[in-house]
């Protein structure tokens, strides 16, 4: 089963991460099949971009977002 979920980037207490379609138990920096966003949470206010077209086109592929990237996938429909 493929999630959409975050993967981590960045140094030791520098999270920045990447959005990415995973098979759902692979880790969290593990190898992904689509990258198609990012979320920095350190910026004021927090930056991230996601790829609306690709988030669509992976759900009706029947891939489930985690919580997290449905919570941002709700604000950037806004």
């Known amino acids: 089963m493929l999630k959409v979920k975050l993967s981590r980037i960045g140094k030791k207490g520098q999270p920045q991460y990447r959005i990415v379609v995973a098979e759902a138990r692979s880790n969290m920096g593990g190898v992904y099949v ?45």
């Open 34 to 78: 689509a990258e198609i966003g990012y979320y920095n949470p350190l910026t004021s206010p927090h930056t991230w971009q996601l790829d609306k077209a690709a988030y669509a086109a992976w759900l009706k592929k029947g891939a489930q977002p985690t919580d997290t990237v449905r919570k941002l996938a709700a604000r950037a429909a806004k």
